[in-house]
């Protein structure tokens, strides 16, 4: 069962050109349909995973009797998931399973959900071993709420996973649920909240368990005196100091902890008296500082008399949207306070209003304004780019995924030192020709292949590109290549015998 990368690894000069035409977006159907019919693996490969698909392209890959090429297709994160859906009953478990996987991509942001009815038949029809988290992803907003008290026994029981955050009625509904797996399942959840069982079945010794337990679970005072007294493990002082259930005077205890890593997330709990507060605001360890100085009691003035020190290297990524969404008044308050720290949090949210938007757009603060870029679905295409140019750190090129990234003008940069900001210029329609092909020349080869796909590149130096080894596959997906060349090319696909049915 060979891999992508070992797929790939294996095509020869001539398939990675056809590869390149499968993704050229000036390929009419009748060539991406002969592509499919009958190019080796590795065409099919790129095509139904790498690219949305006309309708008619859609459809014969969703017949197509090879099982990898459909598995392909359910992978594909720029098809509507529509069309990924249409293969939920496909008869090969290896289809199903990467269907329930759910697309590849480095987009950090959760790819559009599949259908309620698809996600539904998934639960209700495939095997466990089929099913994975990753499922969760693909989850319309509204049908992962309605999980829990779903008429469909399977669908209750995937639900029980957000047990602790659940209402109380729906949490005693289905601890008297007439579904036996879906009562056990609850039961187990919540017996992470009775601080005697979790006592009696903690391990003894260090292990993902024990450190899960430490820092989720509800700790009776035994194993909170132990872990003070004889830790099991250098950092599990540091771990319960996270435990919602940890004691208030084990709080004022460790508030005065030697290790500032333990004191540094104290600092962190809302519950904090003002005598620790204060104390923790004169902290040697600057950490411990920054992080008291963002606690919600303070009053701007308060705060704005801590020493605290926020760094500027990151990272600045994504953020998923919290269940539950946050008060919009306390992200107000946060994008409009003096801290750093709380404008980047701010920052972080998805439905910031359109004036706090504009606000922080212009902060001059660089986390804030990356954060801004990364996690706002409107962001301004000025900012994506500021930030795309000012931050190097982790999560850069997602901002490159931003559907508003600007283009026009991009090919200002072709001579920065950065090869990343050099191949700003493959976006630019503007860029002239001479441009195009010197940057088919950079140093570096993410520019290289970049430059080979532009529309502008000159024709004589696309027809050489075309017999690079490296290249040829960039050059063959340029919208700009001449239909004879698309022709010859196709035409010197032999025709292979169909794929005999699963």
């Known amino acids: 069962m060979p891999t992508p990368d070992q797929i790939w690894n294996e095509a020869d000069l001539p398939t990675r050109r056809l590869a390149g035409l499968a993704l050229n977006p000036s390929a009419p159907d009748e060539i991406l349909l002969r592509l499919l019919a009958d190019a080796p693996l590795a065409v099919r490969m790129v095509l139904c995973r790498d690219r949305d698909l006309p309708g008619a392209v859609a459809d014969a890959a969703i017949a197509h009797p090879d099982r990898y090429t459909r598995s392909f297709l359910v992978r594909n ?17 290896f289809v199903r399973a990467h269907l329930a996987e759910g697309p590849r991509t480095t987009d950090p942001v959760v790819p559009r959900p599949l259908p309620d009815e698809t996600v539904v038949r998934m639960i209700t029809t495939y095997s466990r ?25 399977r669908l209750r029981l995937w639900g029980t996973g957000s047990f602790g955050s659940l209402p109380a009625e729906t949490r005693a509904a289905l601890l008297a649920d007439p579904d036996d797996e879906v009562r056990e399942s609850a039961l187990r959840h919540l017996r992470h909240e009775d601080p005697a ?33 004889d830790p099991a493990g250098p950092d599990e002082r540091a771990m319960i100091a996270n435990n919602p259930s940890l004691p208030a005077d084990v709080v004022v205890l460790l508030a005065g902890d030697p290790d500032p890593e333990v004191r540094e997330r104290i600092a962190r709990r809302a519950e904090l008296g003002p005598a620790e507060r204060r104390a923790l605001a ?83 603060d660089l986390g804030v304004r990356v954060l801004l870029a990364q996690n706002h679905p409107d962001a301004p295409p000025p900012l994506l780019l500021r930030a795309f140019l000012e931050y190097t ?93 698309v022709r010859r090319l196709v035409a010197a696909l032999p025709v292979s015998p169909r794929p005999a049915a699963p």
């Open 77 to 93: 994160p720029h098809v509507d998931p529509a069309v990924r859906a249409r293969l939920v009953d496909d008869p090969d478990w």
């Open 197 to 229: 069982w979790v006592e009696s079945t903690l391990p003894a010794h260090p292990s993902h368990a024990r450190t899960g337990a430490l820092l989720h679970d509800a700790l009776s005072r035994a194993v909170v005196d132990r872990v003070l007294t």
């Open 393 to 485: 750190g982790l999560g850069r090129d997602d901002l490159l995924l931003r559907p508003q990234f600007p283009t026009d003008g991009l090919a200002v940069h072709a001579d920065d030192a950065d090869p990343v900001v050099r191949a700003l210029a493959a976006r630019d329609p503007g860029c002239a020709p001479e441009t195009v092909a010197r940057l088919t020349r950079d140093p570096d080869p993410a520019v290289r292949a970049a430059l080979a796909r532009h529309p502008n590149l000159p024709q004589d130096r696309l027809a050489e590109l075309l017999d690079d080894e490296e290249l040829a596959h960039h050059a063959a997906a340029n919208p700009a290549l001449a239909a004879d060349t």
């Open 282 to 364: 004169e902290d040697p360890d600057p950490k411990v500082r920054l992080a008291v100085s963002v606690h919600p009691a303070w009053s701007e003035e308060e705060r704005a008399r801590i020493d605290y020190d926020v760094p500027q290297d990151g990272p600045f990524l994504h953020h998923w949207p919290p269940l539950p969404p946050r008060d919009p008044e306390a992200v107000r308050r946060d994008a409009l306070s003096a801290h750093p720290l709380l404008r980047r949090r701010a920052a972080s949210r998805h439905t910031l209003p359109a004036d706090l938007l504009e606000r922080l757009a212009a902060d001059d």
């Open 129 to 153: 071993d089929d099913l994975g988290f990753s499922l969760d992803r693909q989850m319309s907003a509204a049908l992962r709420r309605a999980l829990p008290t779903h008429p469909i026994a």
